[in-house]
Nanobody
Framework: QLQLVESGGGLAQPGGSLRLSCAASGFPLEMYVVAWFRQAPGKEREGVSSISSSSVATFYIDAVKGRFTISRDNAKNAAYLQMHSLKEEDTARYYC?????????????????????WGQGTQVTVSS
C-alpha cells in the first residue's frame, strides 16, 4: 500500500529552523517527483518546493528561496524540507506529495491537482 508520512513539524520561533521529513512506503520513491505543499487556515494549498527523482532539478516558490532546501535520499525512501529563517507567514500544515518522475520539468509542479498521492501533513507554527 502506497503511503507517505510527514514528520518534523512543530513550534518554532521567528528566525528558527525545522526539518520536515517525508517517509514513503509501499513503493520506490525514486520513481517519483516529490513536492512539498503547505496550507494555512483559510488559504489555498500552495506548492512550496519540488525535487526530481535524481535530485538534479529543484524548484521553489519565491517566498522560500534562500531559506528552504528540498532534498531526498532514495536509498532511505525519504524526502526532506530543511527550513531556515522561519517567518510567521510560514505557519501552515505541510504536505508531501508525489507524481511520476517524467513530469519533473513540465512547469506544473506547484499545482495540487497534478498530484494523486499525499501524506496527512505535519503542522508548522512559527510564533514568538
Amino acid at each position: 500500500q502506497l503511503q507517505l508520512v510527514e514528520s518534523g513539524g512543530g513550534l518554532a520561533q521567528p528566525g528558527g529552523s525545522l526539518r520536515l521529513s517525508c517517509a514513503a512506503s509501499g513503493f520506490p520513491l525514486e520513481m517519483y517527483v516529490v513536492a512539498w505543499f503547505r496550507q494555512a487556515p483559510g488559504k489555498e494549498r500552495e506548492g512550496v518546493s519540488s525535487i526530481s527523482s535524481s535530485s538534479v532539478a529543484t524548484f521553489y516558490i519565491d517566498a522560500v528561496k534562500g531559506r528552504f532546501t528540498i532534498s531526498r535520499d532514495n536509498a532511505k525512501n525519504a524526502a526532506y524540507l530543511q527550513m531556515h529563517s522561519l517567518k510567521e507567514e510560514d505557519t501552515a500544515r505541510y504536505y508531501c506529495a508525489i507524481r511520476p518522475r517524467h513530469l519533473y520539468n513540465d512547469g506544473r509542479w506547484d499545482r495540487p491537482s497534478e498530484y494523486r498521492h499525499w501524506g496527512q501533513g505535519t503542522q508548522v507554527t512559527v510564533s514568538s
